[in-house]
Nanobody
Framework: QPQLVESGGGLVQPGGSLRLSCATS????????IHWFRQAPGKEREGVSC????????NYVDSVKGRFTISKDNAKNTVYLQLNSLKLEDTAIYYC??????????????WGQGTQVTVSS
């Protein structure tokens, strides 16, 4: 059974940084795209970023462009999301999910349990 485990969340002040990790097992990162989603209290889950299986294509929701960076290390079976210049509105539970395909098709398949990111002064 494929598994994804997020880590790296925490409490940070506005303007601070965090690096989230998504450790995978049973998922070939060189075959499947990986997404990061987030869900804030009282809001619907939204897609934040995605990286294709070969790493050549990345995309971001407009609200995080220029602040967040997705990357991956296939050898470590891990996908990262670097969060910089954090804002109060970035507070959410962040989830990683594998895609059904090698490209970012927005069809998440397997999900992690999430990691909490709280931005507060």
């Amino acid at each position: 059974q494929p598994q994804l485990v997020e880590s790296g969340g925490g409490l940070v002040q506005p303007g601070g940084s965090l690096r989230l990790s998504c450790a995978t097992s049973g998922i070939a990162l060189d075959y499947y795209a990986i997404h990061w989603f987030r869900q804030a209290p009282g809001k619907e889950r939204e897609g934040v970023s995605c990286i294709s299986s070969n790493g050549a294509t990345t995309n971001y929701v407009d609200s995080v462009k220029g602040r967040f960076t997705i990357s991956k290390d296939n050898a470590k079976n891990t996908v990262y999301l670097q969060l910089n210049s954090l804002k109060l509105e970035d507070t959410a539970i962040y989830y990683c999910a594998s895609d059904l395909y090698y490209y970012c098709s927005n069809t998440p398949n397997y999900w992690g349990q999430g990691t909490q990111v709280t931005v507060s002064s």
